[in-house]
């Protein structure tokens, strides 16, 4: 994949909290991304139905749908996009539930840039 269509990686990031949302935009924006963004679980859900994502990045915990029950639905539907948790990463049993409803891993806020750099590098490297 040329670094024409790294841009074409189409993003979700859906994250109840404003600054949290900004800051997944502006260091996705320095990789040259332009995310789609949701803040809550309930549109979250409904822009992976209505929309095609190459990956998402979901809170955990959000209004009107969690995280977790926005991953069960999508897998329950079949969907195979991988779906980063976004959570503080402190407690091991939340973690656990997270991989076992179908989170695919971890982005551990505060979230820093070396972090995201690496898992967008490893989805460009895999398309």
Same mark, same amino acid.
């Given at each position: 994949?040329?670094?024409?269509?790294?841009?074409?990686?189409?993003?979700?990031?859906?994250?109840?909290?404003?600054?949290?949302?900004?800051?997944?935009? $502006?260091?996705?924006?320095?990789?040259?991304?332009?995310?789609? +963004?949701?803040?809550?679980?309930?549109?979250? /859900?409904? =822009?992976? &139905?209505?929309?095609?994502?190459?990956?998402?990045?979901?809170?955990?915990?959000?209004?009107?749908?969690?995280?977790?029950?926005?991953?069960?639905?999508?897998?329950?539907?079949?969907?195979?996009?991988?779906?980063?948790?976004?959570? $503080?990463?402190?407690?091991?049993?939340?973690?656990?539930?997270? +991989?076992?409803?179908?989170?695919?891993?971890? /982005?551990? =806020?505060? &979230?820093?840039?070396?972090?995201?750099?690496?898992?967008?590098?490893?989805?460009?490297?895999?398309?």
């Amino acid at each position: 994949m040329s670094c024409k269509d790294l841009s074409k990686l189409k993003i979700l990031v859906a994250d109840d909290s404003r600054p949290v949302r900004l800051v997944l935009k $502006t260091y996705l924006g320095q990789l040259g991304f332009e995310p789609t +963004l949701a803040e809550n679980g309930t549109e979250a /859900l409904q =822009k992976l &139905i209505t929309e095609k994502f190459d990956v998402a990045f979901m809170d955990v915990h959000m209004p009107e749908m969690n995280g977790t029950e926005v991953v069960s639905r999508i897998r329950n539907e079949g969907m195979t996009i991988p779906v980063f948790a976004m959570t $503080t990463g402190d407690d091991a049993e939340l973690l656990t539930k997270c +991989l076992n409803c179908g989170y695919n891993s971890f /982005l551990l =806020k505060p &979230i820093i840039k070396t972090e995201l750099t690496k898992i967008i590098s490893k989805l460009t490297d895999s398309h």
